[in-house]
């Protein structure tokens, strides 16, 4: 009987079963952690998980944040209230992850640099150019691995996006649209203390400690349509506000058009009051000359004009014991995988799967587009200097 829906197997699984086998062998990386908030849980899940890491030291201000990731990671994983004493006690460390808010990265990454430590850097690695230029200067005197935390692109879903795109399996690519629907920021999260009104604010809503909300969030679908497309954007048109969430300095939605130099247009749309989405809330798809590519969490279907519909079998990609745990939505496999990436890049020297120019393009983007919002207007990419 003939299947009007043909499955196509993930053929990238050999590549990080290698990856993945190289990290159970030889002795442990000894990690650090600057920040332990809820992206930082995520991260000692998945240290845990890898035997190719040891937890050396974790680094937070906030008593409640340090007290959960201690919980988790281990009692005998030491901690302290200041990054600069962990760095400066602990002597055996050879890598640390820099989980802060986005507008903290810059600092604790070039002081880790300066030291000798392959960092891992939460995206965005800054929140100007000034300072993204700050950070990678320090990886380029220090020598050692600067690598950016844009799990999407070591997600098995859309690692699988790009293989069939190269392929050439919907011919040339023409057109991307991308949703991003969700709900508003975590009411958990840490509090910073808002200049004009004195109160305790959750930090993605001041501008100061985010640089914009397409910059904490759209920079993920930002960068994995650069990495698809491959090319540069060329010019930005954005509009958006705050038609909801009024009494805060980012925005809560947006439309925005992106036209890249080998003229393949991405339109991007993002909602922070859109908890009920759904699936279609998440929803990719790539149109070429020849075919449409769709995804939605998690349903993969190429479409060509000559054949029935197929639905692409992607694999997991992390272990299901995992990803089980009840940590939230910031652990997944992208997360996963991109430790693996990292640890693997640490004992090499490969290049990064997300190295400084990766994160420093995907910032440029989303920038241009904070500016083009404010601004009313289309602006060009020489705008934002480097």
């Not at 293989?163 to 920021?185: H, K, P, T, Y």
């Amino acid at each position: 009987m003939e299947m009007t829906r043909r499955k196509l197997l993930f053929t990238g699984a050999a590549v990080a079963a290698q990856t993945q086998m190289r990290a159970q062998t030889g002795k442990p990386v000894n990690v650090a952690l600057i920040g332990a908030g809820h992206r930082a849980w995520a991260h000692i899940a998945v240290l845990k998980a890898i035997p190719g890491f040891r937890i050396a030291g974790i680094a937070d201000p906030t008593p409640q944040f340090l007290q959960q990731a201690v919980a988790l990671a281990g009692p005998d994983v030491p901690v302290y209230a200041d990054y600069r004493k962990m760095l400066d006690d602990r002597k055996d460390l050879q890598a640390v992850f820099v989980v802060t808010p986005g507008g903290l990265h810059a600092e604790p990454a070039v002081a880790c640099l300066e030291r000798g430590l392959s960092v891992l850097c939460e995206k965005p690695m800054a929140t100007t150019m000034a300072d993204a230029a700050r950070v990678i200067a320090a990886a380029e005197r220090a020598g050692t691995v600067l690598q950016i935390g844009l799990q999407m692109r070591c997600t098995p879903y859309y690692q699988k996006v790009f293989e069939l795109v190269r392929s050439g399996a919907v011919g040339s690519v023409q057109l991307v649209s991308w949703n991003l629907f969700r709900g508003d920021w975590n009411p958990q999260s840490w509090r910073a203390v808002d200049p004009k009104t004195g109160q305790p604010t959750i930090w993605r809503l001041l501008t100061k400690y985010t640089g914009s909300s397409l910059l904490e969030d759209g920079i993920h679908e930002i960068d994995v349509v650069n990495w698809i497309v491959g090319s540069r954007v060329k010019q930005v048109y954005a509009t958006g506000g705050n038609n909801v969430f009024k009494n805060r300095e980012t925005i809560d939605h947006a439309s925005v058009v992106m036209e890249y130099e080998n003229g393949v247009k991405f339109h991007l749309g993002f909602s922070l009051f859109a908890p009920s989405a759904g699936s279609p809330g998440r929803a990719l798809t790539v149109i070429g000359t020849d075919g449409v590519i769709n995804l939605e969490p998690w349903k993969l279907v190429l479409r060509n004009p000559a054949a029935e519909p197929r639905d692409v079998e992607v694999a997991s990609g992390a272990p299901a014991e995992l990803l089980n745990q009840a940590i939230g939505r910031d652990l997944d496999a992208g997360t996963y995988r991109q430790a693996l990436a990292f640890l693997d890049s640490v004992r090499t020297g490969r290049k990064p799967v997300c190295d400084a120019q990766v994160g420093r393009e995907a910032m440029r983007v989303s920038l241009l587009a904070e500016q083009s919002l404010r601004e009313r207007r289309v602006v060009n990419r020489s705008e934002l200097p480097v």
